[in-house]
């Protein structure tokens, strides 16, 4: 008689992800690397569904998304992402090697040097004394966009550690509510934020590597 096979969740499973060739990577090489935050930005073509396309990518591989923000460029018919992740130089190579994988996706990279970076937030704190809220929302270079009896609502931009610190702040208030973007990002100076982007101003859009 044929040995009896252990049933499916009694068998063995390797640990770690898959890398591109999807050979599992060994978790004990992979901690040798030490994790980082880095911005990655993409430009992509307006298609429906393409931002699912690009978050279900990166959640299957199981990498860490910090934030993800879309919005428009210069160029009509083409948006740009921006995605802020926790990962290792393995894992953001491979998250830019992926992504550049995926037909919508024009051009795909870590954003360099020191860029300029800002997220806006929205809070809503108790108005039980609306005159120390409002200190604290001009303190941060803030605004109040609604205020009533029971709450009032302030608009705060600026980078993480900025809004992290005002977020503190507004914390002895009673926060009820909060509404985070994320960062977004652009180069500084004449670095392009996506390898290859153009400026606007060039009157020719970006366009897929033929290499």
Excluded: C
């Amino acid at each position: 008689m044929p040995s009896e096979q252990p049933a499916p969740e009694e068998r063995p499973h390797p640990e770690g992800r898959r890398n591109l060739e999807g050979i599992r990577i060994d978790p004990v090489v992979e901690a040798e690397h030490e994790s980082r935050r880095a911005v990655i930005s993409a430009l992509v073509e307006d298609e429906p569904g393409v931002l699912a396309r690009v978050s279900g990518l990166v959640s299957r591989r199981q990498f860490n998304i910090e934030s993800l923000t879309v919005g428009p460029t210069t160029v009509d018919g083409h948006s740009r992402i921006t995605m802020v992740v926790e990962e290792t130089d393995p894992g953001i190579d491979q998250i830019e090697k992926q992504m550049a994988k995926l037909k919508p996706v024009i051009s795909v990279g870590e954003v360099a040097g020191d860029a300029v970076t800002s997220e806006l937030v929205l809070l809503k704190v108790r108005g039980d004394d609306p005159a120390a809220v409002q200190a604290v929302t001009e303190m941060y270079d803030g605004r109040t966009v609604d205020a009533g009896p029971e709450t009032v609502t302030v608009e705060l931009t600026g980078h993480k550690s900025a809004i992290d610190n005002a977020i503190g702040a507004f914390e002895r208030f009673g926060i009820v509510e909060i509404a985070r973007t994320g960062p977004t990002a652009l180069a500084r100076g004449n670095t392009p934020t996506a390898p290859g982007e153009k400026p606007g101003t060039a009157g020719e859009p970006t366009t897929h590597d033929s290499s």
